[in-house]
């Protein structure tokens, strides 16, 4: 980065500080992942300065042979992790990502049926917040008040009452996995659309550790950077029948010109997701979060759902106590990321919640196994035990700094 930190030194430094952040922490929040030094060079290309506004061989301005090579090589990859029967690799965002998939599917009026969003359902799903909520009627499915997983004869006896247009299933922080077939089922039985938003669990779908929403699913979502390892961004995979109402949805519909650069390492990343250690690391995930939630369970940790499917967990903190925000901070002191997430039927708010989200995907993909998990578990329980401890957060400190040491990441990235 020699122009970079001849030129702008703030910001040089600045980077440079969060790589050295990214590299001496325990990077435990399970939407976040390193992605490959490949990726990160097709990001930082000169692909950025081309406008590209259509689909490739369609587009609005000259010069375009490259990009459309890069963009076709993306969507035709994208296709086959997915047995997809279309691509659009364009999204910038999940969030734009899903605005896109209503104003393709829907009128002003019609109904999205989502999981509340107390309970793992997404704010592009119907925030009150968001625009959607503005311009939708949203109405929500709630996981059981016992058990905290989904419950499909409620989710069906709620698509029959209210009739909705969209059903949307995959959630951010749902630990357990989903029976996409059964919603299929459930929103054809009453003529709805359903959209599966995988963006969490992309890269268990690919390895097959989890259910592939198709072919069942009308359209499927997800962003590229959580479990899939890419860059930022997102893409819409969807039935033939649907492409072009998509392709239109999305540009002119909701976006302009497309970040290619980003495209490009799209494709990069796709292209690692079919390689059989992209699915070892996935399977391996799914594992490691499987040995650190029994190791958390193990010493009196209560985990929502009693554990996990995935590459996620949810740890409720009334039991010690502490709220969701004060577990974060704490943890973060020791270099160890998590975040602060709402449970559900969370008698605090969603600014002040209840519960812990962690995973295991960065650390899978520096190379942990199980015998690191049990020591990270053991050592996260005692400091949630006792968060005052000062032997523990010593201990917390020195555990960091071993296992990073010991599993390095970008060692060849010198900044
Ligand atoms: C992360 C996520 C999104 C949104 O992704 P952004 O790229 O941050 O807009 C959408 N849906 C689900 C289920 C997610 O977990």
Avoid: W
């Amino acid at each position: 980065m020699k122009h970079l930190l001849k030129q702008d030194n703030q910001i040089y430094q600045a980077i440079k500080n969060e790589l050295n952040r990214q590299k001496s922490g325990l990077i435990m929040i399970p939407s976040e992942n390193f992605t490959s030094p490949a990726v990160l060079e097709a990001m930082s290309t000169v692909l950025n300065n081309k406008y590209a506004e259509g689909y490739p061989q369609a587009r609005y301005y000259t010069g375009n042979q490259f990009i459309d090579e890069i963009e076709n090589l993306a969507i035709e990859r994208a296709k086959k992790l997915f047995q997809a029967e279309h691509a659009n690799v364009q999204p910038h965002s999940g969030t734009t990502a899903n605005l896109a998939i209503y104003f393709a599917l829907l009128k002003p009026g019609d109904k999205i049926l989502s999981l509340n969003l107390t309970h793992g359902g997404h704010l592009s799903h119907g925030s009150k917040k968001s625009l959607v909520s503005q311009i939708y009627q949203i109405v929500h499915y709630n996981v059981d008040p016992k058990t905290n997983l989904l419950d499909y004869n409620e989710i069906q006896k709620i698509a029959q009452e209210e009739k909705p247009q969209l059903i949307i299933s995959g959630f951010s922080s749902y630990p357990r996995k989903i029976d996409f077939k059964k919603i299929s089922e459930i929103a054809h039985e009453v003529g709805a659309y359903h959209l599966a938003d995988v963006s969490h669990i992309a890269g268990l779908i690919i390895a097959g550790e989890h259910q592939n929403p198709f072919p069942e699913a009308d359209v499927v979502m997800t962003t590229t950077h959580k479990t899939l390892r890419g860059p930022r961004g997102a893409i819409i995979l969807c039935k033939k029948e649907l492409a072009s109402k998509i392709d239109k949805a999305v540009f002119p519909g909701t976006q302009g010109g497309p970040f290619e650069h980003i495209i490009a390492a799209k494709a990069v990343c796709f292209n690692e997701a079919l390689t059989d250690k992209f699915k070892a690391d996935q399977k391996q995930t799914v594992i490691n979060a499987q040995v650190l939630a029994q190791t958390l369970i193990d010493n009196n940790i209560t985990l929502i759902t009693g554990g996990t499917d995935t590459h996620l967990i949810l740890i409720d903190c009334r039991p010690l106590k502490i709220t969701g925000k004060e577990a974060a901070a704490l943890l973060a002191e020791m270099g160890i990321y998590t975040n602060a997430n709402v449970i559900p039927y969370d008698a605090n708010p969603p600014a002040n919640p209840s519960g812990l989200r962690l995973g295991t995907p960065a650390l899978t993909t520096q190379g942990m196994k199980e015998a690191e998990m049990k020591q990270i578990g053991l050592m996260i329980a005692a400091l949630l035990k006792n968060p005052n401890d000062e032997k523990s957060k010593k201990q917390a400190k020195d555990l960091v700094k071993n296992l990073t040491a010991q599993f390095p990441i970008y060692k060849d990235l010198k900044y």
